[in-house]
C-alpha cells in the first residue's frame, strides 16, 4: 500500500476537502471524460447527493462544482478570477472550458441538490452530465468524494477503494502491525521508511520540495489568521478569534506570572488561525482534510516556537511520519466526517501530529505507534455536527483541542518504552466499526447535535 505525503497533504481551498475541493476535481475530471468523448456537448447538468446536499450551501459545494466545470482547479485557485467567472455564468447562462465549446449551464437550475437517500457507494456523491442540443444526457459519470480531497468514480470505489496500482515500493505496509515489524527488520525510521517509498516514486528532489512547499503554506495559513481579524462568512456571525488572542498572549510575555497550561493557549491559537483562514474559503493544506486542517501544522508550530531544540530540518521528518500514520487510518477506515464523524477527521489529524511529534522529538517507531493510538483512542466517537453546515461551530474550537490533545499523547508515549495494551491497528478498526454504526444524522448532515440544538442565525 502507498499513499504519498502529496495525496495527505494537499494544497487546497477551504472551507472543505471533501465537500469544496473534492466536487472542484471531480468537475474538473469530468471536464477530461467530455474532452475524450467522440461528440460535441451542448449543455451540462449535475446533482448533488447525501452530505454534499445536506451541507452543500454551507460548504460550497455548488460553487466549487460551478467553478469546476468552469476549468478551476484547487491547487492554483484564483478568487478573484474564480468571482469573474461565476458573475459571468450567472448572467449569461454559459461555461467557457478550457478545451471545450461554450456550454449551456443555468446554476438555478442545472445544479440539483437532492435531499433523498445517499447514493450507495459513499455519503458525499455526485451526478454529472453531459447533454445535447435537445436536452437529452449523452454522457453521464458518478464521483464519490470520500474524504480529504480524493474523488473517485463509482467504477473505482467498486474495484476496491483504496487501491494501487503504481510501481512497489520499499516499504509496502498496510497496518501499523507491518510497518513495526518493518522498521524492526530493517533498523529505519518510520520516516526512513516513508522516505524510501517516496523516492522510490518521484525522486529526492520532488520530495523535498515538495515537503518545504507543505510547511510554507501551512505556516502562511498560521500567519494569514494571527493578523487577520473580523466577522466569518455564511451568516452565523462568528467572530475570528485567533488574531486577539495571539495578539494578548504576546502581551502577556516576559510578565512573570504565566501559567503553565498558558501554553495550550498558543497551540489552541495555531490551529484556530488556520481553520479561521479555511472557513473564509483562503489557501490551506488539507491535513488530513480541511475540516482538521490546523492540527498538524499547529503543533509543527508549537514544536518550533516553545520547544527546545526545535529545528526547521526536521519537518520533512514530522511530515513523513504524519503521512504514513494518515494512510494506514485511510486505507483502514476512513478520513471523511461524512462517512465516520469528525474521529475521522479530527482524531486522524490528531493521530498524525501526535506520531509527528514523538518522531522529532527522538521517539522509537513503538513510541511513534503508541503516540497516534493515544490520540486516535480519545476521539472515538466524535460525531460531524456543524452548525448550519459551515465549517466553523464547533470545527474551530476542535482543531485546537486536537492539536493539545495531540501533543498529550506525544508526551505521555515519550514517558513510556512503546508497550501498550491497544494496537493502533484496534484503534483504527475501532473507529472504522464506530462510524459504519453512527446515525446519519451525526455525519456532516447538520440534521443532529449542534447543527440542530444551536440557532442557526
Known sequence: MFLSVFDMFKVGIGPSSSHTMGPMVAAGRFLDLVRAAPFTPHGVRGSLHGSLAFTGVGHASDRATILG????????????????????????????PPGLPELVFNPKEDLVFDFGPNLPGHANGMILMATDAQGDVILQETYYSIGGGFVM???????????????????????????LQMAETSGNTIAEMKKANEISRGGPANLSSGVTRIWEVMNACIERGITTDGTLPG??????????????????????????????????????????????????????????????????????????????????TFLLTAAAIGGLVKYNASISGAEA???????????????????????????????????????????????????????IERNGLGAIKAVSAASLAMRGDGTHLVPLDACIETMRQTGADMNEKYKETSLGGLAVNVPNC
Open 341 to 395: 464523524g469528525c474521529q475521522a477527521e479530527v482524531g486522524s489529524a490528531a493521530a498524525m501530529a501526535a506520531a509527528g511529534l514523538a518522531a522529532v522529538m527522538g521517539g522509537t517507531p513503538a513510541q511513534i505507534e503508541n503516540a497516534a493510538e493515544i490520540a486516535l483512542e480519545h476521539h472515538l466517537g466524535m460525531t460531524c455536527d456543524p452548525v448550519k453546515g459551515l465549517v466553523q461551530v464547533p470545527c
Open 235 to 316: 451568516g452565523l456571525n462568528v467572530r475570528r478569534r485567533a488574531k486577539a488572542i495571539h495578539d494578548a498572549l504576546l502581551a502577556e510575555r516576559g510578565t512573570n506570572i504565566d501559567a503553565p497550561h498558558k501554553i495550550n493557549d498558543w497551540i489552541s491559537t495555531y490551529a484556530m488561525a488556520v481553520n479561521e483562514v479555511n472557513a473564509a474559503g483562503g489557501q490551506v493544506v488539507t491535513a488530513p482534510t480541511n475540516g482538521a486542517a490546523g492540527v498538524v501544522p499547529a503543533v509543527i508550530r508549537y514544536w518550533l516556537d516553545h520547544v527546545p531544540g526545535a529545528t526547521e530540518s526536521k519537518i520533512e
Open 153 to 179: 468514480t463509482e467504477a473505482e470505489l467498486a474495484a476496491g477503494r483504496n487501491t494501487d496500482d503504481g510501481d512497489p515500493v520499499p516499504y509496502p505496509f498496510k497496518s501499523a502491525a507491518e510497518m
Open 69 to 96: 466545470l468552469a476549468g478551476f482547479r484547487p491547487e492554483d485557485y484564483d478568487p478573484d478570477a474564480a468571482e469573474a467567472a461565476l458573475k459571468e455564468i450567472r448572467e449569461t447562462h454559459r461555461l467557457s
